[in-house]
C-alpha cells in the first residue's frame, strides 16, 4: 500500500468538520488532522487575514484521484487547495491498519 497526506484549508469548523465525515464515509480517508491557523493570503487583489483550519488527509495513492474530485465537488471555498503530498516511508502497522479501514 502507498500511503498519501493531502493537506487543504477550510474557513471554518463547522465546514471542516462537515467535509471530513463525508470522506470518512465515503472512505477515501482513514484519518484527519485538523487545526485552526491564522493565515494571510491575496485574495481579489488584497491582502487578506484570518482564520482558517488546516486538514492533513490521511488516504492510499489508489483514491486520490477520487478524493481530490470529492473535495472539488464538497468544499466551501472557490479556490480550494488540495495539495498531495507523497510519503516516503511510513511504519508498517498503520500501513496495514490503513489498508484494512479502505480496502476491508
Known amino acids: 500500500m502507498e500511503a498519501i497526506f493531502v493537506y487543504t484549508t477550510f474557513p471554518d469548523w463547522e465546514s ?3 467535509v471530513v465525515r463525508e470522506l470518512l464515509e465515503r472512505k477515501l480517508v482513514v484519518c484527519a488532522n485538523m487545526r485552526e491557523h491564522e493565515a494571510m493570503y491575496w485574495w481579489e487583489g488584497k491582502i ?3 482564520r482558517e483550519i ?3 488527509l490521511k488516504t492510499e495513492v489508489s483514491k486520490w484521484k477520487d478524493l481530490r474530485e470529492a473535495l472539488k ?3 466551501p471555498y472557490t479556490v480550494p487547495i488540495i495539495a498531495r503530498i507523497d510519503l516516503d516511508k511510513l511504519n508498517r502497522e498503520y500501513s496495514e491498519w490503513m489498508a484494512k479501514v479502505l480496502f476491508g
Do not use: Q, S, T
Open 16 to 18: 471542516a468538520r462537515k
Open 54 to 56: 488546516g486538514v492533513i
Open 48 to 50: 487578506e487575514e484570518g
Open 73 to 75: 465537488e464538497l468544499h
